[in-house]
């Protein structure tokens, strides 16, 4: 029994009051994190071309998708971007499963890579994260953790933003994407990054040393 199962049974079959389970499988987090799309919406003043998320659990990408499409039945946006997911390349589930056009989940039994955050090979929201992908004509796509690494160093120097790895998957994401041609360098396309560098500092450690030695 995983960690999450026995909450899930402490909470739901036994009644406990004690234990709440607050990951992505919690309908009111997917709720509050649907609102991504108003604010994105808010500060763009619509909807963009693309949004680019890091995918774990994958509960933003099918709660962002779910946002934008409220937006649109309510006739305040003219158009729906299209989502495209960013998975680390040794933890893939999603990716694999959607290449493949498989009609079940691709589980990844040893998930393996720096973006902590993503390193999920049993996603519990894939079934509507492949939804998401498919009804908004979106992609899944992998990047190493070396893009993600050299994303992390670029945001730092470029940007003056520090993220953890599994948010720098989405810039090394939406390069593959360019240079793929699934984005096009014109686009409005929006990156989202769900975690402070700080969350994450070994991973700062693996990055300066490995600055500091080339």
Request: proline share 5%; no cysteine.
């Amino acid at each position: 029994m995983t960690l999450l199962e026995f909450v899930l049974e402490e909470y739901v079959l036994r009644g406990s009051r004690n234990l709440y389970p607050l990951n992505s499988i919690n309908p009111w987090r997917l709720e509050g994190q649907k609102t991504v799309a108003f604010e994105i919406v808010e500060e763009l003043g619509g909807a963009p071309d693309a949004v680019v998320v890091p995918v774990g659990n994958a509960g933003n990408i099918s709660a962002i998708w779910k946002g934008f499409k409220e937006l649109w039945e309510a006739d305040l946006i003219d158009r729906r971007p299209r989502m495209i997911g960013v998975q680390a390349a040794g933890a893939a589930p999603l990716a694999i499963t959607w290449s493949t056009r498989s009609r079940g989940l691709r589980i990844e039994e040893n998930p393996t890579t720096i973006a902590s955050a993503i390193r999920i090979g049993k996603p519990v929201n894939w079934v509507k994260a492949i939804k998401a992908v498919e009804e908004s004509r979106g992609a899944f796509i992998t990047v190493t953790d070396e893009e993600i690494l050299k994303a992390m160093m670029m945001l730092a120097k470029l940007e003056g933003v520090g993220v953890e790895p599994s948010s720098a998957a989405s810039l090394a994401g939406y390069l593959k994407a360019v240079e793929e041609g699934l984005v096009d360098r014109d686009e409005r396309v929006v990156l989202v990054a769900t975690g402070h560098a700080l969350k994450d500092p070994d991973a700062i450690k693996i990055l300066v040393e490995s600055s500091s030695g080339s």
